[in-house]
């Protein structure tokens, strides 16, 4: 579980130096005196010990967390993302070989090594390397390279697997920027890459609104006149769209809704409509910074949380617990968020009464009699937004 900590802290210096490298052109670097920071001292101290030698510089890629706009970016629609300050860290350093040696300072990962130019990702077993490799052939597919530079990498993690905070996709992507960086590419070459419509054309909800030239308001009134609440059957879809049976599987449903039988047509519409609104009227707020932003939002993600759960059924019993105990503790707003369906919980708390709201959400939830969890599945923390992708240089 995830809580944001509002009102947000003076940005700091060392805050301010950071994002001002974030807007610069390609891999963001940042000099730092290693020995000043506790976690990168630490870290050069068991590369020493691992491999011999001292790292040349350090990889850094946050997890995040979704504020709001839940299953609506694969219909086309913005989301507000947040990232956190867990992150995942690599030390790294180039060699004149072929090698590629990975370490990680958790015991439970195993290490690795293998050439460079000869990456093999076994896809039926998810171990935590493999993660690293997807990062590192991206790079190496998308600019076609056949002769990489090998490198002993130290990888190091914050952020709870498993918990719909992006670990894996935060480790992709720090493996991506270790390999820009001992290429020295440049990160911008990466990144530079009912109503008479022809409904055979149109893959996403969103582009039925940009067909029809309507406001998000209006396509839920438009939702609420063409599709009815009642669950739609196969057959009836057919007759809708003057299909055969044959057609709709073939030509609309994916190999793994072949068997579905009932379509929440109507409900599913409604959230992905709904939802993409609430995201605009999110970042509007925090744009304008009204005397009641904090409250606003907070109202925005209550309502996201309902949407998921009644309209688009992505939510557990367990989560809408988590976020009713969140809010009877004073979360100004509670949702679910992360891994699809089920997750975590993100929430808004204001900073003088994070204390209480921690210990009280603790036991309330994790210390139930009914259903204990092992301390090592328990992940409740305090963020703020965190910085994004950087390379450490040391000073």
């Not at 946050?62 to 694969?74: A, K, L, S």
């Not at 180039?94 to 896809?123: C, E, G, M, R, W």
């Not at 609440?229 to 009836?236: A, I, K, M, N, R």
């Not at 092992?374 to 910085?387: I, Y």
Request: with cysteine; aromatic share 8%.
């Amino acid at each position: 579980m995830i809580i944001g900590s509002l009102p947000l802290p003076v940005e700091t210096a060392e805050e301010r130096r950071i994002r001002r490298y974030m807007t610069m052109e390609g891999p963001a670097t940042c000099r730092v005196q290693v020995a000043e920071h506790p976690r990168l001292l630490k870290l050069k101290e068991m590369f020493k010990s691992k491999f011999g030698s001292i790292p040349k510089f350090y990889a850094r890629a946050p997890g995040r967390v979704n504020i709001i706009g839940e299953h609506i970016d694969y219909c086309g629609y913005s989301v507000l993302p947040m990232a956190v300050e867990q992150d995942i860290l690599i030390a790294v350093e180039p060699l004149k070989t072929h090698t590629l040696q990975l370490a990680n300072t958790n015991p439970l990962y195993t290490d690795f090594n293998t050439s460079v130019n000869n990456i093999q990702i076994d896809k039926t077993k998810p171990q935590w390397h493999n993660y690293f490799l997807c990062g590192l052939k991206g790079i190496q597919e998308h600019f076609g390279l056949s002769n990489l530079t090998g490198m002993n990498c130290l990888v190091d993690g914050t952020i709870p697997p498993s918990s719909g905070l992006s670990s894996s996709s935060a480790l992709v992507c720090c493996a991506g920027l270790v390999t820009l960086t001992v290429l020295g590419m440049n990160l911008s070459k990466v990144l530079a890459k009912y109503k008479s419509l022809q409904w055979d054309k149109v893959l996403r909800l969103e582009e039925v609104q940009a067909n029809l030239g309507v406001s998000l308001e209006e396509m839920l009134l438009i939702t609420e006149e063409a599709l009815h609440p009642e669950p739609y059957s196969p057959e009836e879809i057919c007759r809708c769209l003057e299909i055969s049976l044959q057609e709709l599987r073939t030509q609309i449903l994916s190999p793994n809704t072949q068997d579905v039988c009932v379509f929440k047509l109507y409900q599913r519409a409604k959230h992905v409509y709904s939802e993409a609104a609430r995201v605009l009227r999110f970042q509007q707020i925090c744009d304008d910074a009204p005397d009641r932003a904090v409250q606003l939002l907070g109202e925005l993600m209550d309502q996201s949380h309902v949407s998921c759960r009644d309209l688009y059924e992505c939510s557990c019993p367990e989560l809408d617990q988590l976020v009713d105990i969140c809010r009877k503790f004073g979360a100004q707003g509670s949702r679910l968020t992360g891994a699809g369906w089920g997750g975590c919980t993100v929430s808004l708390v204001p900073a003088d009464t994070l204390p209480s709201f921690l210990a009280n959400v603790h036991a309330a939830y994790y210390q139930r009699s009914d259903w204990r969890l092992a301390p090592e599945k328990q992940s409740l923390f305090a963020t703020k937004p965190g910085g994004g992708a950087l390379v450490f240089l040391e000073a």
